[in-house]
């Protein structure tokens, strides 16, 4: 996890496999948890942005094309969607 934004996260992995599999992971637990009728927080609606290729890193930070574009997959996405480009596949 490299940051959080309000209610956002932001993650790298070394490997695109390794991040569609993390995007199935979250979206399969908030399901399991969303079985019963009452949350603390009500229905929690994930939405998951995908791309994959180079990033620059500065004191910690992610940045550049790569981390934009992920972003607008977020915000793309509909609620209980995970959503990438084509480098990602």
Not at 22 to 30: R, S, T
Not at 33 to 48: A, N
Not at 51 to 77: F, I, P, Q, R
């Amino acid at each position: 996890m490299v940051k959080t934004i309000d209610d956002e996260v932001m993650c790298v992995f070394p490997n695109a496999s390794d991040a569609t599999r993390a995007a199935g992971e979250m979206q399969a637990g908030i399901r399991n948890l969303q079985t019963g009728d009452e949350l603390p927080f009500g229905r929690i609606q994930l939405k998951v942005g995908l791309h994959h290729d180079t990033v620059l890193v500065e004191t910690g930070e992610v940045y550049g094309e790569t981390v934009n574009t992920a972003s607008w997959m977020v915000k793309l996405a509909k609620r209980y969607q995970a959503i990438t480009t084509e480098p990602t596949v």
